[in-house]
């Protein structure tokens, strides 16, 4: 458990080359029409990514993807892949979920060598791999669910307050406060996620959209999304 438990906090960490720092899934237009500029609108706007948007969905694909991998059924594995690369409703969201895939299953199956990423890699075939399914196939023979879910939300919305502190501008402290608010949600949220199934699936976020397709034309871009 404490090998496996390293092990994911190196592969969340922002150091991993996976290139979560550059992608702000929408924030850089939020923060540019004055949407968002003190902390507390960052806190809501990355609470609704997580309970309304992507970051609801890629909870249950996570979840999805961590049930098959522990049974074995690279079938349902198969499936998750074709339905992950559907699940964003951009194109530059789209691309910070896979190109993040394809960076961790890369890097990862050359460190970590592991049988579940070598089936996955088969696999994938050239797909597009959403990067809440490969963490999910990776920690399957390692770390339970519990631990996964909130750990994954809990670097998910680290890498948006990260943007969030640089784009507004916010200080480390209002970063942090914008973290701690979080926390009830992201518990909350990964509960939800551990117990719901691909029914479950869908997002009501219609201003997290509109600010991601924005930020594709937007003049002037510091992130990738």
Not at 43 to 54: H, K, M, P, S
Not at 144 to 164: D, E
């Amino acid at each position: 458990m404490i090998a496996g438990l390293t092990r994911l906090l190196t592969w969340l960490s922002p150091a991993y080359p996976v290139g979560a720092f550059s992608y702000s899934h929408g924030i850089e237009w939020a923060v540019e029409t004055g949407r968002v500029v003190t902390w507390q609108q960052a806190a809501d706007y990355i609470a609704t990514v997580l309970v309304d948007g992507a970051g609801w969905n890629d909870s249950i694909l996570l979840a999805e993807a961590h049930r098959a991998t522990e049974m074995g059924d690279w079938p349902a594995v198969d499936h998750l892949i074709d339905l992950g690369a559907a699940w964003r409703s951009t194109s530059e969201t789209a691309l910070e979920s896979r190109q993040q895939g394809k960076a961790f299953l890369d890097i990862t199956r050359k460190t970590w060598p592991d049988p579940a990423l070598e089936a996955l890699a088969g696999l994938v075939d050239g797909r597009p791999l959403a990067y809440p399914i490969a963490l999910g196939v990776a920690a399957a023979p390692h770390l339970p669910l519990a631990v996964m879910l909130p750990a994954y939300l809990t670097a998910f919305a680290g890498n948006l307050i990260s943007a969030a502190v640089r784009l507004v501008p916010l200080g480390q402290t209002d970063g942090q406060r914008i973290q701690a608010s979080l926390e009830k949600k992201i518990a909350e949220v990964a509960h939800e996620a551990s117990l719901a199934s691909l029914d479950d699936l869908g997002s009501a976020a219609p201003l997290l959209d509109i600010a991601s397709m924005a930020h594709e034309t937007q003049h002037t871009r510091l992130f990738r999304s």
